[in-house]
């Protein structure tokens, strides 16, 4: 029998993909090619006007090669501006004209979206959210590779 621990991984993609995957279909059932990946940068664009790629990889909680790939492909959409310093080691991101709009169309379905997650929060016997940011705050403190070290040491 394989325990939890060992399928972790396994069961939060699964869920992950879920999720993700409801709300990819409501993207293209509203023709848009939005998706969901793109929601952390434009959600801060719209806070901060404009951002760094390292700025943005921070608010979305990933990796700068991750953002540079969304960023690259919301470009494409023509969903961002991209500007490059004159020392060409920063670029300074915005929201495009059509990002803005885009934004604004899909507004209402960020509130419903929202609205259904916490929906989902209450029917669980512990809100997901919750359970989310306190394992994200026990990681802070010690990274899941060092646990795996500290077991693999008999610790």
Same mark, same amino acid.
């Given at each position: 029998?394989?325990?939890?621990?060992?399928?972790?991984?396994?069961?939060?993609?699964?869920?992950?993909?879920?999720?993700?995957?409801?709300?990819?279909?409501?993207?293209?059932?509203?023709?848009?090619?939005?998706?969901?990946?793109?929601?952390?940068?434009?959600?801060?664009?719209?806070?901060? @006007?404009?951002?760094?790629?390292?700025?943005? *990889?921070?608010?979305? @909680?990933?990796? %700068?090669?991750?953002?540079? %790939?969304?960023? =690259?492909?919301?470009?494409?959409? @023509?969903?961002?501006?991209? =500007?490059?310093?004159?020392?060409?080691?920063?670029? =300074?991101?915005?929201? =495009?004209?059509?990002?803005?709009?885009?934004?604004?169309?899909? *507004?209402?379905?960020?509130?419903?979206?929202?609205?259904?997650?916490?929906?989902?929060?209450?029917?669980?016997?512990? *809100?997901?959210?919750?359970?989310?940011?306190?394992?994200?705050?026990?990681?802070?403190?010690?990274?899941?590779?060092?646990?795996?070290?500290?077991?693999?040491?008999?610790?």
């Amino acid at each position: 029998m394989t325990r939890l621990s060992s399928r972790l991984g396994t069961r939060l993609r699964a869920l992950l993909a879920m999720l993700d995957g409801d709300v990819e279909a409501l993207y293209a059932r509203l023709g848009t090619p939005f998706r969901p990946r793109f929601y952390p940068v434009v959600s801060h664009l719209l806070a901060a @006007g404009s951002a760094t790629v390292g700025e943005l *990889a921070g608010a979305a @909680g990933v990796s %700068q090669p991750a953002i540079t %790939q969304t960023l =690259s492909e919301m470009e494409k959409l @023509g969903l961002i501006d991209v =500007s490059v310093a004159d020392d060409r080691r920063v670029r =300074s991101v915005a929201l =495009s004209q059509a990002g803005a709009a885009t934004a604004g169309e899909l *507004a209402p379905m960020w509130l419903a979206i929202d609205d259904a997650a916490d929906e989902l929060d209450r029917e669980l016997p512990y *809100a997901l959210s919750a359970i989310l940011d306190a394992a994200s705050d026990a990681l802070r403190k010690e990274r899941f590779l060092d646990r795996i070290d500290r077991h693999t040491r008999g610790d």
